[in-house]
């Protein structure tokens, strides 16, 4: 293996832990205020060729009850694993994120209970060139739309439509679209 895999490797790894160091902040302060988590596996579809998986650990919080008690929060923190192109010459990204999540109910249908799910965070890209396209910064917003179907009250079946991007900050920014199938279990 050559040194600047193992340098992309350990670079990825302290990026991991500076994050979960401060989510786990975040989750800790949000602990006095409410108790449910969530697990989540999420299979991503991008543009052309481009595949990945998203492993999330969310944790849900009551900031907002007092505006409508209906309106929950998250923050949801995850790696993301993207592949672009055929298995023996394909390029991957390694991607961190943290966003907070708001949803809203929308009501019954087919024996289900529908949420609609909105969320803007942050994400950190292990590689600035991924799937041809030059995105100029490691730093990328997460935007995401979501509809979460809710199975039982402690699974869900989510599909999102998830945007990465630098707002402009540096050119150029051409974006990373996706959409996402996502299992969620809660305790």
Same mark, same amino acid.
């Given at each position: 293996m ?59 919080v009551? !900031?907002?009850? %007092? ?14 694993? !993207? ?7 394909? @390029?991957?990204?390694?991607v961190l994120?943290?966003?907070p999540v ?12 529908w949420?609609?799910e909105?969320?803007?965070?942050v ?14 910064t490691?730093?990328?917003f ?7 179907? !809710? ?6 079946l ?16 051409? %974006?990373? @679209? ?6 969620? !279990?809660?305790?």
């Open positions: 050559t040194a600047n895999f193992h340098l992309r490797i350990n670079r990825a790894i302290f990026k991991a832990l500076v994050l979960t160091l401060f989510c786990t902040g975040l989750f800790n302060m949000a602990q006095a205020q409410s108790r449910e988590q969530a697990i989540a596996i999420d299979y991503l579809q991008g543009e052309g060729d481009v595949q990945g998986l998203k492993l999330a650990y969310q944790h849900h009551d !900031w907002l009850s %007092g505006l409508d008690p209906r309106l929950t929060m998250l923050f949801e923190a995850s790696a993301n694993f !993207w592949r672009y192109g055929p298995t023996n010459s394909s @390029d991957s990204n390694a994120a943290v966003s708001l949803r809203y109910p929308l009501g019954q249908a087919f024996d289900l209970q949420d609609l909105f969320g803007i965070g994400s950190l890209l292990d590689d600035t060139r991924f799937a041809g396209k030059d995105v100029s490691h730093y990328q997460e935007d995401r739309l979501g509809l979460v179907s !809710w199975l039982s009250p402690t699974e869900s989510t599909l999102r439509y998830l945007h990465y991007s630098n707002a402009g900050f540096k050119r150029p920014n051409p %974006g990373l @679209d996706f959409i996402s199938l996502s299992y969620g !279990w809660y305790f």
